[in-house]
């Protein structure tokens, strides 16, 4: 069971903050490693973000010392706070949280990943800032795959569409596009998610045989905290995981 963080003095000292930062990234690597067993998959293919918003620096350094590697951070002024801070330990930083055209400029340089393109604007954007800084960065486009009105990201049907204009019609020499990204409905189940990351699938494959390069569709983010082991299981190459390691966040609290 996922353990609630209200406040740092719960846990006496930040070596019990440690304790269960590495014990939850040994289970996550457990759980992840089995699901691979079950169906065949090499544990290797598998990347693991942790989600890190809200969270503070040490927390980060505690899991990098675990074994991870990889951050997700939804807001840019945190995670330029965060980086500045960790400077000194080399992490790959993802943004995965909604991206407006005109915060782009804070991408280049400061992340190597993006996992929320949801349009072509953003995309052309982010070429142009890349361009001007020299930076390059990778990225996945964001499906709205539950179709969510409250959801960001390009609709199942269009998805072909997006794919062809960035083959055929746009020249992106700075903006690397390397796959998909999903973030379904919240599971009241982990087999909720399993109908979901199966069309993600299903789509991916219409894709490539519609003509679209694999290079462009190599990587497949989906699943988190609560139904990352059903993922693993179909398909998923990177996987978004928050509570599982950090701990449960309490509503309207940041640990800042």
Not at 19 to 34: G, L, M, S, T, W
Not at 170 to 180: A, D
Not at 204 to 230: A, P
Request: aromatic fraction near 10%; glycine fraction near 6%; charge should be positive.
């Amino acid at each position: 069971m996922l353990e609630k963080l209200s406040s740092f003095q719960e846990f006496g000292a930040s070596e019990e903050v440690k304790r269960k930062i590495f014990d939850n990234i040994r289970r996550v690597k457990d759980e992840v490693f089995e699901s691979c067993v079950k169906v065949g998959r090499n544990p290797d293919e598998i990347k693991i973000v942790a989600v890190s918003k809200t969270f503070p620096s040490f927390f980060i350094r505690f899991a990098y010392e675990a074994g991870i590697d990889k951050f997700g951070e939804n807001y840019v002024q945190e995670a330029l706070r965060k980086k500045q801070e960790l400077q000194d330990i080399k992490i790959s930083w993802h943004f995965i949280g909604h991206l407006q055209s005109n915060k782009a400029k804070f991408i280049p340089g400061n992340f190597d990943f993006i996992h929320s393109v949801d349009s072509l604007e953003l995309l052309r954007e982010l070429e142009k800032r890349c361009e001007k800084s020299g930076a390059k960065i990778k990225a996945l486009v964001q499906v709205n795959i539950s179709e969510e009105k409250t959801k960001y990201g390009i609709h199942p049907d269009d998805v072909f569409r997006f794919f062809s204009e960035v083959q055929e019609k746009i020249n992106l020499l700075y903006v690397e596009v390397v796959g998909m990204m999903v973030i379904p409905s919240p599971p009241k189940d982990q087999e909720d998610s399993r109908k979901y990351f199966r069309k993600l699938m299903k789509i991916r494959e219409e894709c490539i045989k519609r003509g679209i390069s694999e290079t462009l569709l190599r990587e497949v983010s989906m699943g988190m905290s609560d139904d990352f082991k059903v993922a693993v299981e179909e398909g998923a190459t990177i996987l978004r995981i928050g509570r599982a390691i950090f701990f449960e966040r309490e509503k309207k609290k940041t640990y800042l």
